[in-house]
């Protein structure tokens, strides 16, 4: 993860110098904005990996006498059953639909994925998962 972290700092630095000579080159607002807006959000995910890679332990990737097998295993815990994914993908493809088309379609999408992502916070929360 320490690798990672220091490739996303690296890339807004990147980031950073084409939003200042695209800025200045170019006179556009909308573009530069989403320069500095993409600097701001890799500087963010930068400092996040740099920031868990302190405090878990070494990984194989970060070991550069790692052999492949070395990462092998267990990755974490994943919902074979949640349908709550699919209700967020067709809540947020409204949404993003209802900026090309009309707001008013916000009505229907907003429901949709505030549905979506509460079922999916809370879908082990119920049944015998469920805390007293």
């Known amino acids: 993860m320490k690798v990672q972290g220091w490739m996303f700092m690296w890339l807004s630095v990147f980031v ?25 959000l890799c500087v963010m995910i930068g400092f996040y ?7 878990v332990d070494t990984l194989a990737q970060d070991n ?5 097998a070395d990462e092998a295993g ?9 349908w709550q ?7 947020g493809a409204l949404a ?7 707001w008013w ?12 992502l509460f ?3 809370f879908e082990y929360y119920r049944g015998e998962n469920r805390t007293q």
């Open 16 to 40: 950073l110098a084409m939003a200042v000579v695209y800025g200045l080159w170019s006179k556009e607002a909308a573009g530069t904005t989403a320069l500095f807006m993409a600097f701001g």
């Open 119 to 121: 079922g999916w916070v």
């Open 64 to 68: 550069k006498e790692a052999d492949v």
């Open 96 to 102: 993003f639909l209802g900026v090309a088309i009309g």
């Open 85 to 91: 994914p699919l209700a967020l993908g067709i809540g």
């Open 105 to 116: 379609l916000l009505y229907f999408s907003a429901p949709l994925i505030m549905l979506g």
């Open 74 to 82: 267990e990755v974490g815990f994943f919902s074979p059953h949640s």
């Open 49 to 55: 990996l740099g920031f868990t890679a302190r405090r």
